[in-house]
């Protein structure tokens, strides 16, 4: 039923790894974003694409590097992760409308150990 | 201060009880309102947005006081199926798009 897959849904990772998250919308959205939702906490915006071109980035540290190829397509690069870096990682997408809501992916749970 | 504002929860209701969620934002800006809903270990989806003249959908219903800022949300009848995490959402910087800030979210849990 989702618009937006996410791949992989569950990923366990040690801290010298390098691992890559996907991110895949059918929606014919325009916009792109990654979401970090931690135990307890709100969910934390990441970083948004407008159009393939990456207009916000909420001070989120190097090690987490994204890369939009095209309007449907998003991933994150994920490398030398510590452990307080295990959460819940959504994708999410929108038309660039103002107003418009945005429709998640499932999410991917990450654990750094 | 944070910029959406929720109480946490659990919010512990019988079967067919009413409850009420309220949300406050601080960004007097802020345009767009909505109410997603959560359930445990799953993404979030939309369940309404908010319109300035209030607006209902079913057993729910959502108001907006810009000069509070803040928005509630009503659920009539509660279902055991009502049980999850309810965020309310602002887009806070309309220029910028959709800029949306989650709250924490507030927890209903529906007993028999």
């Known amino acids: 039923e989702t618009g937006v897959t996410q791949t992989p849904r569950h990923l366990v990772m040690g801290m010298t790894n390098k691992k890559s998250l996907k991110c895949e919308q059918h929606l014919g959205h325009n916009a792109m974003y990654w979401y970090k939702q931690s135990a307890k906490k709100p969910l934390e915006l990441m970083f948004v694409y407008n159009f393939k071109e990456q207009t916000e980035n909420n001070s989120v540290p190097s090690r987490f590097s994204p890369e939009c190829p095209n309007s449907s397509h998003l991933f994150l690069h994920l490398h030398t992760l510590q452990p307080e870096d295990s959460a819940l990682y959504l994708c999410?997408?929108?038309?660039?409308?103002?107003?418009?809501?945005?429709?998640f992916g499932e999410g991917s749970w990450l654990t750094v150990v | 201060r944070k910029e959406v504002e929720q109480d946490p929860g659990p919010f512990n209701v019988p079967e067919g009880a009413t409850v009420a969620f309220n949300c406050t934002y601080s960004n007097s800006a802020s345009q767009s309102f909505f109410w997603y809903r959560q359930d445990c270990r799953k993404e979030p989806k939309l369940l309404m947005s908010v319109y300035s003249s209030g607006n209902e959908d079913g057993r729910f219903t959502a108001q907006l006081n810009r000069a509070s800022q803040y928005i509630s949300l009503l659920i009539r009848d509660s279902k055991l199926s009502d049980s999850a995490t309810y965020l309310c959402v602002v887009n806070v910087r309309e220029n910028a798009g959709n800029m949306l800030t989650f709250g924490g979210g507030t927890r209903l849990m529906v007993k028999p």
């Open positions: 999410a997408s929108s038309p660039l409308t103002t107003g418009n809501t945005i429709y």
